[in-house]
């Protein structure tokens, strides 16, 4: 199973950037479909952007235009852009990975603070 860190949360102010790392160990990412999910206080986890072993990429809509997710499979790390960020964007931020169609490896989070 692949273990995963996150890294890059912080606090930022409305309209800001951040980009998130998700780095990998223990097994090579290559042929793991990825995602970064969300959650914020009192909040469900919330998908926010995968990015597939087979690259069709899915931003949620909540963050189309303003998130990117991208993958470096030799680096074995996985990235989230942030950008023009909102403060309905607080959460923590975690790293998934699923070898076969369930995201089953998880990262312990990064939080980030978008304060106006």
């Known amino acids: 199973q692949v273990q995963l860190v996150e890294s890059g949360g912080g606090l930022v102010q409305t309209g800001g950037s951040l980009r998130l790392s998700c780095s990998a160990s223990?097994?090579?990412?290559?042929?793991?479909?990825m995602a970064w999910y969300r959650q914020a206080p009192g909040q469900q986890r919330e998908l926010v952007a995968t990015?597939?072993?087979?690259?069709?990429?899915y931003t949620a809509d909540s963050v189309k235009g303003r998130f990117a997710i991208s993958r470096d499979n030799a680096k074995n790390a996985v990235y989230l852009q942030m950008n023009s960020l909102r403060t309905e964007d607080t959460a923590v931020y975690y790293c998934?990975?699923?070898?076969?169609?369930?995201?089953?490896?998880w990262g312990r989070g990064t939080q980030v603070t978008v304060f106006s």
């Open positions: 998934a990975a699923a070898r076969w169609g369930m995201y089953d490896s």
């Open positions: 223990g097994s090579t990412i290559s042929d793991y479909d």
């Open positions: 990015f597939p072993s087979s690259g069709f990429t």
